[in-house]
């Protein structure tokens, strides 16, 4: 497959007409933005079903920076419209053997700890409670995440604790004394 037809099955795959194939094949801004259309047409239908030939297609560009983008992008969208954990778990593991095609070692290690983050959230709001071990195995942006939008006072007060940085724990005792006093 050639780039050119990559770009073109994917615009036509998520009904987007009005991207010139030609400039995107040779603007990389051009296909980058064409693919976070294509990220958002997908993530927004019922059918998960082309999902992993769509990241497969994605990965195929040989500008890794802009795949790996529109991937965390999907990544992102799915998380937040999965009914669960199990779900997302589920919905990942058809991705993952796909990131072999990426050549860059931190690209497809920054995609697998998204990936990780977003299982850690939904276990959490799925009603379970961290403990200190696991908040260290998730990243700044995942714990900052939580602190700014999680209800939980348990999950509030670990992070205060254990926060992996002051930012972190100021903004989860910020908010876990607002909680308290919101209560009283």
Avoid: C
């Avoid at 053997?97 to 920054?110: A, H, I, M, N, S």
């Avoid at 998204?114 to 799925?126: A, C, K, M, P």
């Amino acid at each position: 497959m050639t780039l050119y037809s990559d770009v073109t099955e994917l615009l036509a795959g998520a009904g987007i007409r009005d991207v010139d194939v030609d400039l995107a094949v040779a603007d990389g801004h051009v296909r980058s933005s064409a693919y976070q259309r294509v990220v958002s047409v997908t993530a927004s239908s019922r059918s998960r079903g082309r999902d992993r030939a769509i990241v497969a297609t994605i990965l195929r560009d040989p500008d890794e920076m802009a795949s790996k983008t529109a991937v965390v992008a999907l990544v992102d969208r799915i998380a937040t419209k999965v009914t669960g954990p199990a779900e997302f778990r589920q919905w990942s593991a058809e991705l993952l053997p796909e990131l072999g095609q990426l050549k860059t070692d931190g690209f497809r290690d920054f995609i697998r700890r998204r990936i990780h983050d977003w299982l850690f959230r939904l276990s959490v709001e799925d009603g379970h409670v961290p403990g200190p071990a696991e908040l260290a195995e998730v990243t700044y942006w995942m714990q900052r995440s939580l602190a700014e939008e999680s209800t939980s006072p348990e999950v509030l007060a670990l992070l205060a604790e254990s926060g992996s940085r002051t930012k972190i724990r100021n903004i989860a005792k910020n908010r876990s004394r607002s909680r308290a006093l919101r209560t009283r």
